[in-house]
């Protein structure tokens, strides 16, 4: 089983900054792809930003600029974002690619973070 949790949402206030970090524990045997996606209620959960055990980066267009992904050796990864605006808020969801042995691999959700940005 694997584990994510999130932390670091909070309200801010628009064109403030603010940083979330996603943290995998548990059968991990290889990490691939990790990131964060976001809903808002109503709608489709959406892809904010993702990166690759490789390292490639995308994010949606909607952050180019303003969110940073990263992540570390200890499993985990992390958003910063700056410049803030009331439509990034939502609940952000941490999303990671798992292989739990060298051929069984799932993806996993965290349980979310809300992050809420006041005009």
């Known amino acids: 089983q694997v584990q994510l949790v999130e932390s670091g949402g909070a309200l801010v206030q628009a064109g403030g900054s603010l940083r979330v970090s996603c943290a995998a524990s548990?059968?991990?045997?290889?990490?691939?792809?990790m990131g964060w996606y976001r809903q808002t209620p109503g709608k489709q959960r959406e892809l904010v930003a993702l990166i690759t055990s490789g390292g490639s980066i995308n994010y949606a267009d909607s952050v180019k600029g303003r969110f940073t992904i990263s992540r570390d050796n200890a499993n985990a990864v992390y958003l910063q974002m700056n410049n803030l605006k009331a439509e990034d808020t939502a609940v952000y969801y941490c999303?990671?690619?798992?292989?739990?042995?060298?051929?069984?691999?799932?993806?996993?959700w965290g349980q979310g973070t809300q992050v809420t940005v006041s005009s």
């Open positions: 999303y990671a690619e798992v292989h739990t042995t060298w051929y069984e691999r799932a993806d996993y």
């Open positions: 548990g059968s991990i045997f290889r990490l691939d792809a």
